[in-house]
Nanobody, 121 residues
């Protein structure tokens, strides 16, 4: 059974930092493109970042580019999201994803359960 378990969420003041982790099990982690998305009530899930199997240059959502950094450790089956210079508008539930790329399309096979991030002004 595949599981993606996020951790590291919490409450922080604007300008602060958080590091999210997503531990994967039940799948061959190194084969998957891992990603982060976020969602607030009443809105669609928003792309944050994704990282290919070998790491390297990663695409980011426009609203987080330059402040967030995605990374992965294939030996630990874990993907991370370092979030710096947090803003109140970053408040959301953050979800981890595992999927595959087909051209430029990211087909998501699995989702985590989400972790809440709250940024106060």
């Amino acid at each position: 059974q595949v599981q993606l378990v996020e951790s590291g969420g919490g409450s922080v003041q604007a300008g602060g930092s958080l590091r999210l982790s997503c531990a994967a099990s039940g799948l061959t982690f190194s084969r998957y493109v891992m990603g982060w998305f976020r969602q607030t009530p009443g809105k669609e899930r928003e792309f944050v970042a994704r990282i290919v199997r070998s790491g390297g240059t990663a695409p980011y959502g426009a609203s987080v580019k330059g402040r967030f950094t995605i990374s992965r450790d294939n030996a630990k089956n874990t993907v991370y999201l370092q979030m710096n210079s947090l803003k109140p508008e970053d408040t959301a539930v953050y979800f981890c994803s595992a999927g595959l790329l087909s051209g430029s399309s990211y087909a998501i096979h699995y989702w985590g359960q989400g972790t809440q991030v709250t940024v106060s002004s």
